[in-house]
């Protein structure tokens, strides 16, 4: 993945994954939209995933994403978010915390197009 943050002029500052989702802290070009970031990682990785095994072979990623822009006074307790994944979700499902995060945020979603 960091490559190919590197390849859309898209830095890496952490990357971090647990068996259902992954984190990606990096610092977004201002020549590449989010859409076509993520696109070119899940694509990219999807791809590199696929000739690894063969229990990969129909690896896809979920349709959706989450975005979120950082204010660099807070780099550093988001760093230690994503450090924290593993131990994180024992206590709460990724589905739960991402239900939380958007309401406190006042992000409006549909439960039926979030999850795939």
């Not at 020549?31 to 070119?40: F, I, K, P, Q």
Request: aromatic share 12%.
């Amino acid at each position: 993945m960091a490559t190919v943050l590197d390849g859309v002029a898209s830095p890496a500052i952490l990357i971090n994954s647990v068996a259902d989702h992954v984190h990606v802290l990096c610092r977004l070009s201002k020549n590449h939209a989010v859409c076509d970031v993520v696109r070119e990682i899940k694509t990219s990785t999807s791809k590199w995933l696929k000739t690894k095994r063969g229990t990969l072979a129909k690896f896809r990623w979920q349709n959706g994403y989450g975005a979120f822009s950082v204010s660099p006074s807070q780099m550093a307790s988001v760093r230690r978010y994503i450090e924290s994944q593993e131990a994180h979700h024992r206590t709460v499902s990724f589905h739960d915390e991402f239900r939380r995060f958007l309401a406190r945020y006042g992000v409006e979603f549909d439960e039926r197009y979030v999850w795939d």
